[in-house]
């Protein structure tokens, strides 16, 4: 089924991209790219490569067209297809303005497709069950079809997997509970529980600390890698 087109406002599309951290080493996906400006922009502004997708042949063929008129058809493409068929593992930033059955739908492939640190921000309407990372509402210059004088903008960071039990040298042992990026942390030094007082998940990178200590790490598959406070390494392996 094919969701309406509506335009965004230039405004949002930059802020969108803002919001995303936009670099030139990435590559930017569009799901539902419409005339094709938001990975246009991304080309023009920030001299990242994309990837824009849609059902509809004439609005694909028109994305095109604009991409060679603003001179970046060598580092962007579109192609007529179904949102829910496209391959995400390439992307680093995923942009979309979809509509909520859509969103509910893609949910899960975002999460199952994209590596941890990949950005996601949606328009106007929010993932169901994933928590934002931040969000915001934009003022525009002037009222827009369907969006009036302001915009709501959703930033989801990919979060890594770091569920499950963990253990390191010196006798530490930890247990992470998770709900996407919202963790909790219990810890242990030589059987001996440590009050975790905060604990973040942004991506790959964790971070918990207590009274009496602070870990800065990276969550790589069966690792933990980091550094207490004080610049002490430690490595944390997945327990059996």
């Known amino acids: 089924m ?5 335009t965004t406002p230039t405004e949002i599309v930059a802020r969108m991209l803002e919001i995303a951290g936009t670099r030139a080493d990435d590559f930017v996906v569009d799901l539902g790219a419409g005339d094709g400006r938001i990975v246009i922009r991304a080309a ?25 008129l603003a001179g970046v058809a060598d580092r962007v493409r579109f192609e007529v297809q179904d949102v ?10 995923v942009t979309l303005y979809l509509v909520p059955f859509l969103m509910e ?10 590596r941890p640190g990949a950005r996601v921000v949606s328009h106007a309407f929010a993932l169901p069950n994933w928590p934002h990372d931040h ?3 934009v003022r525009l210059d002037r009222p827009h079809e369907t969006q009036g004088d302001a915009s709501r903008i959703f930033l989801y960071v990919v979060p890594a997997q770091a569920r499950g039990a963990w253990r390191a040298p010196g006798g530490w042992e930890l247990q992470i509970r998770q709900n996407f990026q919202e963790i909790e942390v219990e ?45 002490a390494p430690l490595v944390f392996e997945r327990a059996p």
Not at 44 to 68: I, K, M, P, S, Y
Not at 105 to 114: H, N
Not at 196 to 205: I, K, P, T, Y
């Open 44 to 68: 023009q502004a920030h001299g990242a490569r994309g990837l824009g997708v849609d059902l509809d042949a004439a609005l694909v063929a028109q994305a095109r067209r604009n991409a060679a």
């Open 187 to 231: 810890a242990r030094r030589d059987g001996r529980p440590l009050e975790v007082q905060s604990a973040r998940l942004s991506g790959e990178r964790i971070r918990f600390s207590g009274s009496a200590f602070s870990f800065n790490g990276r969550v790589a598959a069966q690792r933990i890698m980091g550094e207490l406070g004080g610049g």
């Open 84 to 93: 829910l068929g496209t391959d995400l593992s390439r992307a680093s930033v």
């Open 135 to 137: 969000a915001e509402t």
């Open 2 to 6: 094919q969701a309406p087109f509506f």
């Open 105 to 114: 739908r893609l949910e899960p492939r975002l999460l199952a497709q994209l």
